[in-house]
């Protein structure tokens, strides 16, 4: 009896180390709004989901793995997987990525005060060397190390659809399925017997099985002839797609 349970122990351990879990939560906007339509990566396994009108979505994983959360207009995030996480909700924030507005000069006009207008049209000499070293270090080159990633900092692995160092291609696979879903449409895919909550994840399905779009990505522009081609890619995987997981 005692053997049994010295070799039960080991595995039941395995089991609770390996095992998937299903990782679930809310993502909102600084305002507490709700934010549909936000593609959720399990960096891990390259699973991706959408949330659903809520703001809410449910992913497989476990704990070590790191999730990153991706909207058009929104700052990237990634969040690490902790034993926390698992079996209670995560609430991520995404930040609005930052606008820059045209800079609007506001001239003063001449009053006819001649001590007055010397002043407002004529600036200091102090003024003007501040500004020209200023335009002297903004010419300047940036060193690389300013944006090498920090130590520790996760480094997306080089890949279809991603790049490591100087960026090449205009697009990524995120950029493309954005695409691809916007311009089907979610009637397209509804059609298809395809959940609204997993059409990114039916695209991402379809682009793993080997859809060929290096020259998509390179240059970011998707012809007619691409569209056709990824339609019909669609109706080749639809079904494997729809057979259970140990059948694919």
């Known amino acids: 009896m005692k053997l049994k349970l010295l070799f039960l122990l080991p595995f039941l351990f395995f089991i609770q180390t390996y095992a998937q879990d299903y990782l679930f939560g809310k993502i909102t906007t600084e305002e507490n709004i709700e934010m549909p339509e936000v593609t959720v990566i399990n960096i891990r396994t390259d699973e991706r989901v959408s949330t659903n009108t809520d703001g809410h979505f449910m992913i497989s994983g476990r704990q ?13 995030i990634n969040k690490k997987i902790t034993q926390e996480n698992i079996g209670s909700p995560l609430n991520v924030v995404l930040i609005r990525q930052m606008a820059l507005i045209a800079e609007v000069e506001i001239k003063k006009g001449i009053t006819g005060d001649l001590k007055i207008d010397s002043k407002n049209l004529n600036r200091p000499k102090k003024v003007e060397k501040l500004a020209k070293d200023i335009d002297v270090y903004i010419a300047q080159k940036s060193d690389p190390r300013i944006l090498a990633a920090k130590a520790g900092e996760f480094v997306q692995p080089k890949g279809q659809g991603f790049s490591v160092g100087k960026v090449k291609d205009k697009w990524d696979d995120v950029d493309f399925m954005s695409y691809l879903h916007e311009s089907l449409g ?10 609204k909550s997993l059409i990114q994840h039916f695209i991402s399905y379809v682009l793993r099985v080997g859809f060929e779009r290096r020259r998509i990505l390179k240059y970011g522009y998707c012809s007619d002839a691409d569209l056709m081609r990824f339609q019909r890619a669609v109706l080749a995987r639809i079904s494997s797609y729809r057979a259970p997981q140990t059948q694919r």
Request: hydrophobic content about 30%; aromatic content about 18%.
């Open 186 to 195: 979610d009637q397209y895919f509804m059609d298809l017997k395809i959940e």
């Open 64 to 76: 070590g793995d790191e999730l990153r959360f991706v909207k058009s207009g929104y700052e990237r």
